[in-house]
């Protein structure tokens, strides 16, 4: 049972340019969530999307990024306009529908590494 | 929203010393609580959770506690090796919509042989 993956493992973008960050659910999970980690810091939620609906975007900054979960595919976190300080890890993690398995669990993804030069 | 705060930032033991790190949550609805163990470079990893039915739980020489009147949930670790060396995370979520997890600052754990 494959985990979370997520491509691409590292990125490098220019200031400017558009970040694209995939993630595919584990088997069976339903729900995916995104996470960034500054250098040497904790992870701050971003979003929480099931398959075709946001459900909690609180986290996301509210100009450049945007998120989403179509019904067939990955979801994808997108982010405009690179900036030097959008330079951080990008976790995926997903869990299963609540009340289904192992309820609030959640699993991550190996992350994504965006470097902004 | 939910605010957790983690305590210590940075923690050295001795290599068969215990470790404690301790957090507590603000949001009285929160009722999972897991710890994550990450690896320079690498994703959280889940080592041990615990809800809000449960006091203690144990597995091997990792052991959390809950004290949900005092909203706070701990982390120990027993007979401390090397390689527990790693940044620890604790984390706390509510049900529902609000599931998604709210982490602490971390805990940079040496261990030292």
């Known amino acids: 049972n494959a985990g979370v993956m997520q491509n691409p493992r590292h990125l490098v973008r220019r200031r400017g340019q558009e970040a694209r960050l995939r993630c595919s659910p584990m088997?069976?999970?339903?729900?995916v969530y995104w996470y960034r980690q500054l250098p040497e810091e904790g992870l701050k939620f971003m979003v929480y999307l099931q398959k075709e609906n946001i459900i909690d975007e609180s986290g996301m900054p509210k100009e450049r990024f945007s998120a989403e979960f179509p019904k067939e595919g990955p979801s994808i976190l997108r982010i405009q306009q690179v900036v030097r300080g959008d330079s951080a890890a990008y976790f995926c993690a997903s869990s299963p529908r609540p009340g289904q398995g192992s309820g609030n669990t959640i699993y991550f993804g190996e992350g994504s590494w965006l470097t902004v030069v | 929203g939910e605010n957790v705060e983690q305590h210590p930032s940075t923690l050295s033991v001795q290599e068969g010393d215990s470790a404690v790190i301790k957090c507590t949550y603000s949001d009285s609805a929160s009722n999972y609580f897991p710890w994550y163990k990450q690896e320079l470079g690498k994703r959280p990893q889940l080592i041990i959770d615990i809800r809000s039915n449960v006091g203690e739980k144990k597995d091997q020489r990792i052991a959390v506690t809950l004290n949900k009147t005092a909203k706070h949930f701990s982390l120990h670790i027993t007979e401390t090796q090397p390689e527990d060396s790693a940044v620890y995370f604790c984390a706390a979520s509510g049900p529902g919509s609000a599931r998604q997890l709210t982490f602490g600052s971390g805990t940079q754990l040496t261990v030292l042989p």
């Open positions: 088997k069976g999970h339903s729900h």
